[in-house]
């Protein structure tokens, strides 16, 4: 769903992705156990920042404004105008460049983000797991451990990191994200829209705004759920759902379904005339499960040359 996008060249694009994935041997061979709670010590040109963990949001090492005013860090020249995309929509702006840090005393050198106009975040920035220097990044998360759910890993590191998931109502990208607080896993418009129908949803009156990203808030709706949603070691009973508004990929797609209306005569017949429903964008179909449902597991694992995520609940 998120994107960091710069503006190369294809081939120096290429050449770069190659460049910046590098890791010394030794940090690959070795399992990085993290906090999510506690912030990682990141070293840039002898500055020290605290940066947390995201595994719900883009993976580049993306610094706030603040933290970037201190390092009087400078974008690459040409190469260094970003931008932050939910779906095809830009966001946020950013700049980048290319330096050595050193995560955690592992030294590495990374491609680093910072983002003009995010608002409303505390701390020096976040990094996700694939731009940490290990092959196999694993999160407490302080519940049991009893048994083992592996997914497919999928995503790149200039967006986020999560799984492909096929349910009743159709497909979507599941993302594990620590870092969200939220009481119900959030949906897409389309994605929730999908799972509604499969899955006897009620849409209620309740709604609220959720932090997306760095500052970015966009309403949710919730949705009461006839029969749960099962993805490995949850059930869901209900959703928050993005709203329809357009804004960006995440909230274009169909509609809820309509909630009952209690004073409807069942024997009457209707002819409803609407016009033509535009859609705007291309819908993103994506569920993002939150730090709530994730404690009662265990562990959180991403190991990336197996591709795989490992959840021990």
């Known amino acids: 769903m998120f994107a960091a996008m710069a503006r190369t060249p294809a081939c120096w694009a290429i050449l770069a992705a190659l460049a910046f994935s590098a890791r010394p041997a030794a940090a690959q061979d070795a399992p990085l156990v993290v906090n999510p709670d506690e ?29 970037t005013a201190r390092l009087a860090i400078k974008p690459v020249p040409m190469f260094g105008n970003w931008r932050l995309s939910i779906g095809q929509t830009k966001v946020l702006s950013g700049r980048s460049r290319a330096t050595r840090v050193i995560l955690e005393g592992i030294p590495y050198r990374t491609r680093v ?5 995010a608002t409303g ?7 996700g797991p694939l731009a940490i220097p290990a092959d196999h990044v694993a999160i407490r998360l302080g519940g049991a451990k009893t048994t083992v759910h592996s997914f497919p890993m999928l995503g790149v590191i200039n967006s986020e990191v999560g799984t492909g998931f096929a349910h009743d109502g159709g497909k979507m990208r599941v993302v594990f994200a620590v870092e969200a607080t939220g009481r119900y896993p959030i949906a897409s418009a389309a994605a ?13 009156d309740e709604v609220w705004d959720e932090p ?5 808030r966009r309403p949710v709706r919730l949705v009461r759920l006839g029969r749960p949603l099962v993805i490995g070691p949850f059930r869901f ?16 797609g169909d509609k809820l379904p309509e ?16 016009g033509p429903d535009k859609k705007g964008q291309r819908p993103i179909y994506s569920l993002t499960i939150g730090r709530p449902f ?8 991403y190991r990336k040359a197996a591709q795989e995520i490992r959840l021990s609940c």
Not at 39 to 63: F, K, Q
Not at 113 to 117: N, S
Not at 121 to 127: F, L
Not at 192 to 204: F, L
């Open 212 to 216: 997306i990203v760095f500052g970015i």
């Open 294 to 301: 994730l404690q009662q597991c265990g562990m959180l694992e």
């Open 121 to 127: 975040v505390t701390g020096d920035g976040t990094i």
């Open 113 to 117: 983000v910072w983002l003009e106009g």
């Open 259 to 274: 909630p009952p209306d209690p004073d409807a005569d069942a024997d009457r017949s209707e002819i409803i005339v609407t």
């Open 237 to 252: 009973d209900a959703i928050a759902v993005r709203v329809r508004d357009r804004l960006d990929g995440a909230g274009s």
């Open 39 to 67: 912030p990682l010590d990141i070293e840039i040109d002898g500055t020290m920042l605290a940066v947390s963990l995201h595994t719900g949001s883009v993976n580049n090492l993306t610094l706030y404004p603040e933290a």
């Open 192 to 204: 929730g829209a999908d799972i509604a129908k499969a899955y006897a949803g009620v849409p209620t």
